[in-house]
């Protein structure tokens, strides 16, 4: 059985961008930290950085991300 990434399913949370996915992103994070790839968050959301929608997802990204560090 196959199964997504964690940092797969952080990506598409963010992507959904409901209130409860992006609550839902950052549990993943704060539960399974320390296996999470940022970097492989970052790959996978950078070829989106340049449309409108990818823009607002980066956003959410990095504002998730600097939350969680400072936690």
Same mark, same amino acid.
């Given at each position: 059985?196959?199964?997504?990434?964690?940092?797969?399913?952080?990506?598409?949370?963010?992507? $959904?961008?409901?209130?409860?996915?992006?609550?839902? $992103?950052? %549990?993943? *994070?704060?539960?399974?930290?320390?296996?999470?790839? *940022?970097?492989? *968050? +970052?790959?996978?959301?950078?070829?989106? +950085?340049? %449309?409108?929608? %990818?823009?607002?997802?980066?956003?959410?990204?990095?504002?998730?991300?600097?939350?969680?560090?400072?936690?």
């Amino acid at each position: 059985m196959k199964y997504i990434s964690q940092e797969y399913l952080v990506v598409q949370k963010i992507i $959904a961008g409901r209130t409860k996915d992006l609550e839902d $992103a950052k %549990g993943i *994070i704060d539960i399974h930290g320390d296996k999470i790839d *940022i970097a492989e *968050i +970052e790959r996978i959301l950078k070829p989106f +950085e340049k %449309g409108e929608d %990818g823009k607002k997802w980066f956003k959410k990204w990095r504002k998730m991300k600097k939350s969680f560090k400072n936690d």
